[in-house]
């Protein structure tokens, strides 16, 4: 398990790919695969990586909620981050074996929210000479940086949090 919320600065990107990439000056990242596709989180929203355990599916739940899992006297909603990407396909293969823990935004999601991954990598500092804004596919991706020659994906934490406030 590691605790990452302690330790980290809070850099946050904005609404818009150009704007949000612009000021990102250095940013500490979470890398993480989703089958084939590399993604990263931003460090500062993560509060922690454990191992998926236990959890429950919810019968009539959107498709692209996961399950809930209950986690140090928390639910945690489980995100099906390929259904809320509106990325091309994503072979994502299940069950994924650890779960990121994001901090709730407490104005738009008071849940706290799990993201599935096959393969979490090591933090790693960015800085904005690093970063392509992406100006096509879905509003979560805002940019991408090669990191150890893996093309990794930002995640826009901001926009999933809106997405889950007017439920997708």
């Not at 981050?81 to 091309?88: H, T, V």
């Not at 790693?124 to 020659?149: H, K, M, R, W, Y």
Request: net charge negative; charged share 20%.
């Amino acid at each position: 398990m590691i605790e990452l919320s302690s330790t980290l600065d809070k850099p946050l990107p904005t609404d818009s790919a150009e704007t949000a990439a612009a000021k990102i000056e250095r940013a500490a990242i979470l890398p993480f695969r989703l089958g084939e596709k590399w993604y990263a989180a931003f460090a500062s929203i993560v509060n922690e990586v454990t191992l998926l355990e236990n959890y429950s599916s919810l019968t009539f739940a959107p498709k692209w909620l996961f399950g809930i899992v209950h986690h140090r006297s928390e639910a945690i909603a489980i995100i099906n981050l390929p259904d809320i990407l509106e990325d091309d396909y994503v072979d994502y293969p299940l069950p994924a074996s650890k779960l990121i823990i994001l901090e709730p935004d407490n104005e738009l999601v008071l849940l706290p929210i799990g993201l599935l991954a096959n393969e979490v990598e090591p933090l790693v500092t960015i800085s904005v000479n690093d970063c392509n804004p992406i100006t096509t596919g879905g509003d979560l991706n805002f940019a991408e940086v090669i990191v150890d020659s893996k093309k990794l994906i930002l995640i826009d934490h901001l926009q999933l949090y809106r997405k889950l406030a007017v439920g997708y």
